[in-house]
């Protein structure tokens, strides 16, 4: 007796219907006969929507049921549908390629945003507005340099680098960078390594006292008895 593995057999396109309907789909390609071939097909259909009574009536499910018997067949069965019939590219349409950003950031730690506010502001007629968004963008830039450098930066630096962002066509008032007020946040390590670590070395001395307490007391009452 010949024995049949499923692992032998071929691949289910869809597991749901079961091998049955697959090999009724199967046996469509096999008739020659264009109009036998529809009746066929349709007889197909009627015996998928009857695995789910309930929405065989239904438009949309009757639309299903066609696209996923020419799925079953791999997309070859030659029969008249009632709806478009589907390819393997519309069921699984490959994603446009993204563009990838070929402009380098001139300074990186800064990023391309706050280059690109700085540049559109070089046509910029309102000059309070201008300074304004300098003011902001100057505070930011001076957040970003101390998170990169690890330590606080110069207002000179800060005046630099926005001119060399603006290819110099930005004046910058010293004046008004000097007063803008700086807002450091301080990292999480370095808050961790002074505070969290200075606790844990306290706890550890206490816990080390205590210890000694304890060792002592015990002394003292074995010397007891």
């Not at 091998?19 to 998928?48: C, F, G, P, T």
Request: proline share 4%; glycine share 2%; net charge positive.
């Amino acid at each position: 007796m010949k024995k049949n593995y499923n692992y032998e057999r071929k691949k289910l396109q869809l597991p749901e219907y079961g091998r049955h309907i697959h090999e009724m789909v199967d046996y469509l390609s096999s008739i020659e006969d264009r109009e036998e071939r529809n009746k066929q097909a349709r007889a197909v259909i009627s015996v998928m929507g009857n695995l789910n009574p309930l929405l065989r009536d239904t438009a949309d499910f009757n639309h299903k049921l066609w696209d996923h018997m020419f799925i079953m067949s791999g997309f070859s069965l030659d029969v008249d549908s009632p709806y478009p019939i589907p390819t393997a590219a519309t069921l699984a349409p490959m994603p446009e390629k993204l563009k990838y950003p070929d402009k380098k950031i001139t300074i990186k730690h800064y990023g391309k945003n706050v280059e690109n506010i700085i540049k559109s502001l070089k046509d910029k007629d309102d000059s309070q507005a201008v300074e304004e968004v300098l003011a902001n963008v100057a505070r930011y830039m001076r957040v970003k340099s101390y998170e990169y450098n690890q330590e606080h930066p110069n207002n000179e630096v800060i005046i630099k680098d926005i001119k060399r962002l603006s290819d110099n066509a930005i004046f910058v008032d010293e004046d008004a960078i000097n007063n803008i007020k700086s807002d450091y946040k301080q990292n999480a390590s370095a808050h961790y390594k002074k505070t969290g670590f200075a606790n844990s070395r306290q706890n550890k001395s206490k816990n080390a006292k205590n210890n000694q307490s304890n060792s002592k007391s015990k002394q003292h009452r074995n010397r007891a008895k």
